[in-house]
């Protein structure tokens, strides 16, 4: 078993138990305790567990990690995405781009582009675009969430009906084996649903460590994308509801 297989399954025996201890992961996987304690401290990183004193328990169903760790969190991986991403938007096309830090990078990857007309409920992906004088940026009125420049409510929905854009970009915090996606908040849940409705096409980025999470939101579901991007392949029971539902997937 190499490293990338070990730590799936730690992952895999946490989400089943709720918490696994070093020396029990230690016995399970026979090897030392020094290289559990590295892939503990690797899949944390990547937000995947949270690293306990004595082992690893499960990342919050309910709270979202931190927007200023979420930022840093498999930057590489984002910036490859984002980079495919670009490649697959034309100029002078029309678009959504809803809140979360993927979303954030994949603006800065767009700045290449011309012409784009974009709407976005995200202060952050607004501040980087708004200097580029071909683009048009249209910001979503709403309520502010201060811990990471969304914009949410009714107003928001309200206004993102108004429009019918070629593409509706999309994050998401998880990705259920039934092919759920899944969020923290359903007030974004309810913007991002709109968004879904109101795109010609809707493309979903998100990286791999989204695989292993479970928010309690419901915000829709696979067969509502055309295309998924995303740095690894996706485990196979979501693999097969990519291609049951004619949904693109595109590997960065």
Request: hydrophobic residues 40%; glycine residues 6%.
């Amino acid at each position: 078993m190499n490293q990338q297989q070990r730590q799936d399954a730690i992952i895999a025996l946490v989400r089943r138990q709720g918490y696994a201890s070093i020396e029990q992961l230690t016995e399970h996987f026979t090897v030392t305790p020094q290289t559990i304690r590295r892939d503990l401290n690797a899949l944390s990183a990547e937000g995947l567990i949270r690293r306990v004193h004595g082992g690893a328990g499960l990342e919050s169903s309910t709270v979202n990690t931190a927007y200023s760790t979420r930022k840093t969190l498999n930057l590489d991986a984002k910036q490859r995405i984002a980079a495919l991403v670009a490649r697959h938007i034309p100029d002078q096309a029309s678009l959504f781009i809803n809140i979360g830090t993927s979303n954030e990078v994949i603006a800065e990857a767009l700045l290449d582009h011309q012409g784009l007309e974009i709407i976005t409920n995200n202060l952050n992906v607004a501040a980087i675009l708004q200097h580029k004088e071909d683009f048009n940026v249209i910001v979503a009125g709403g309520q502010v969430r201060t811990r990471d420049g969304g914009i949410i409510g009714e107003a928001t929905i309200d206004f993102i009906n108004q429009f019918k854009v070629d593409f509706g970009i999309i994050g998401i915090s998880g990705i259920d084996e039934d092919g759920s996606l899944l969020e923290f908040d359903y007030q974004e849940v309810r913007v991002a649903q709109a968004i879904i409705r109101n795109s010609r096409q809707v493309f979903l980025a998100t990286d791999h460590s989204k695989f292993q999470r479970n928010p309690v939101v419901r915000q829709g579901n696979l067969a509502q994308l055309d295309a998924l991007f995303t740095d690894r392949e996706p485990p196979e029971a979501i693999f097969r509801l990519l291609q049951q539902h004619d949904v693109a997937l595109h590997l960065a």
